[in-house]
């Protein structure tokens, strides 16, 4: 079954520290993969998506995700976090069809906390 | 920068009562999209519609939703006869075209209280 994961509900880092969350997905051939952040009260709004090509994506806010195929996974990071960047973050897939792609699966998301 | 639109932010309703919840997508974009996110959950996939008619639906979206695009800005999302497990964040989404180059842009969301 088509499923993405995010092993970890909550992760709280040091304001200048590394971060990297994690995400896995489950699908027949690769899938377009994104990555989704959600302020509190706020709409999704995304980060940076992975369709083809260099598997290391730049994204918005300094963040990067790197595809890998062997292991399904699409995992985001950023070298050093900003009080700012306390959000829920979600990695999410889309079927790929044709050249084209539909609705979009998302994974149950990561809680990130950032402290001073 | 353009963006999605969704009114209203909050709505309380009774059990049974019908809901329409609207959405205006950004002008020059030919895909809009309903996902909602229950409480703790995560965001599911409703419908997605095209050229006035749906594309695509999941299991979730049954004979109590339907989708319209009313005229030219604006696009709904009806629950016919709400229940209690409707609860949740509507988030609207729109996107140029379906095309892995065009972003699907969000919404902030109706957040639906079925009582």
């Known amino acids: 079954a088509q499923s993405v994961t995010q092993p970890d509900i909550h992760i709280t880092v040091s304001e200048g520290a590394s971060l990297e969350l994690r995400c896995n997905y489950s699908?027949?051939?690769?899938?377009?993969l994104f990555w989704y952040v959600q302020s509190p009260g706020q709409g999704l709004q995304l980060l940076l998506k992975y369709f083809s090509g260099d598997t290391l994506v730049q994204g918005i806010k300094g963040f990067e995700a790197e595809f890998k195929r062997s292991q399904s996974s699409f995992n985001l990071r950023k070298p050093s976090v900003h009080w700012s960047d306390a959000a829920e973050y979600f990695c999410?897939?889309?079927?790929?069809?044709?050249?084209?792609?539909?609705?979009?699966?998302f994974g149950p998301g990561t809680s990130l906390s950032v402290i001073p | 920068e353009p963006e999605v639109t969704q009114t209203p932010s909050h709505q309380v309703t009774q059990m049974g009562q019908e809901v329409i919840l609207r959405c205006v997508p950004i002008s020059n974009h030919l895909y809009f999209y309903w996902y909602r996110q229950i409480l703790g959950q995560k965001v599911e996939f409703l419908v997605s519609?095209?050229?006035?008619?749906?594309?695509?639906k999941s299991e979730i979206f049954d004979d109590q939703f339907s989708v319209e695009r009313p005229d030219g800005s604006n696009f709904t999302l009806k629950i016919r006869s709400t229940k209690l497990e409707d609860s949740a964040m509507y988030f609207c989404?729109?996107?140029?075209?379906?095309?892995?180059?065009?972003?699907?842009?969000f919404g902030p969301g109706t957040r639906l209280t079925v009582t």
């Open positions: 989404a729109s996107s140029e075209l379906a095309e892995p180059t065009y972003e699907q842009y």
């Open positions: 519609f095209y050229n006035n008619e749906i594309s695509e």
């Open positions: 999410a897939v889309a079927p790929r069809r044709k050249t084209s792609y539909d609705k979009v699966i």
């Open positions: 699908y027949g051939a690769t899938p377009y």
